[in-house]
């Protein structure tokens, strides 16, 4: 039976061996892709009553200020580590 850390250090190099061996990335991201958009969608279209046109433009819209929402939040984290490592000096 392997250790916790064996078990890591297996999957570290199981994954660049899989992606090593994949001629077509796309084929192993699509359904990832395909869920992601899907949210957007039902997110800004509940009811399915926008033409393709908008309901894609405003599942944009949403995707990119669900990021810029994440990449705020880990600067905000990453400030706050700053500040706890120098002792809550500026």
Known sequence: ??????????????????W????DRSKRTNNARAAGQSKFDR???PDGLLSPEER?????QARK?????????S?????????????GEF
């Open 43 to 45: 997110l800004v279209d």
């Open 1 to 18: 039976m392997s250790t916790p850390t064996e078990r890591t250090l297996q999957a570290r190099i199981a994954a660049p061996e899989s």
């Open 65 to 73: 200020a669900h990021y810029t929402r994440l990449a705020l939040k």
């Open 20 to 23: 090593a061996r994949t001629g």
């Open 75 to 87: 600067a905000q984290s990453r400030r706050r580590g700053r500040e706890r490592r120098r002792g």
């Open 56 to 60: 894609a433009y405003r599942a944009d």
